[in-house]
């Protein structure tokens, strides 16, 4: 029986163009991120600290849906690879979970210090790091700081405004839209590693 997950999926792989405005994001993403770091001159070669063992939570379809179109194409091995790891940490997840414990685990594409799906890695992973600020009618500017890597080597430059606010907007408008088409009401809230291991081959 088809779940009402691979319904809406089917509604992304119909309309093609949901995936390319996703693609087009990413890239003013990538263009502004670089813009940021370059004035800092930050380079993220990896550390202790490694984001990938953050518990990031995602919470749209269209970026879930992107990260199983990579997923699907990496060769057969790799895939059985990742799914093993993304179960493992499911798995151990939860158990922490149930004893109320701290969870630090690495997130399962990241094999030997690279991400496996680095093109199609979600906004988070693609924006942590540099300072950044939201402006918001309501709240005004706000700013957070760079990730601790950062903010011991680079803390003391000048201030550079990398500001996600229309990032963010352009994201909300896409999932709007998408959710729209799809008829989609379902709330999602996933790690990488609940929606590889929630895969079915
Ligand atoms: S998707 Fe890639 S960049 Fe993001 S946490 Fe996982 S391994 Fe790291």
Do not use: W
């Not at 009402?4 to 792989?13: D, G, M, P, Q, V």
């Not at 060769?75 to 979970?97: L, P, W």
């Not at 992973?125 to 601790?148: A, F, K, Q, Y």
């Amino acid at each position: 029986m088809i779940s009402s997950i691979e319904k809406i999926r089917l509604r992304y792989k119909k309309d093609a163009h949901f995936k390319k405005r996703l693609e087009e994001l990413y890239r003013a993403m990538d263009s502004k991120y670089k813009a940021a770091a370059d004035f800092y001159e930050f380079a993220c070669t990896g550390c202790e600290d490694n984001c990938c063992f953050t518990r990031f939570y995602h919470h749209t379809f269209v970026e879930y849906f992107y990260i199983l179109d990579g997923f699907e194409a990496l060769e057969h091995e790799k895939r059985m690879e990742v799914k093993k790891r993304a179960d493992e940490v499911c798995k151990k997840s939860n158990a922490a979970d149930e004893k109320g414990a701290p969870v630090r685990l690495l997130c399962p594409l990241n094999i030997d210090s690279l991400c496996s799906l680095y093109q199609y890695r979600p906004m988070i992973c693609r924006l942590h790091g540099v300072p950044h600020e939201l402006n918001t009618p309501e709240r005004g500017i706000s700013r957070t700081p760079g990730c601790g890597y950062f903010m011991k080597q680079h803390k003391d430059k000048d201030y550079f405004s990398f500001d996600r606010s229309s990032l963010y907007l352009e994201m909300a408008k896409l999932e709007r839209d998408f959710r729209q088409k799809a008829g989609a009401l379902d709330k999602v809230k996933l790690t990488v590693a609940e929606m590889l291991s929630a895969y079915h081959f």
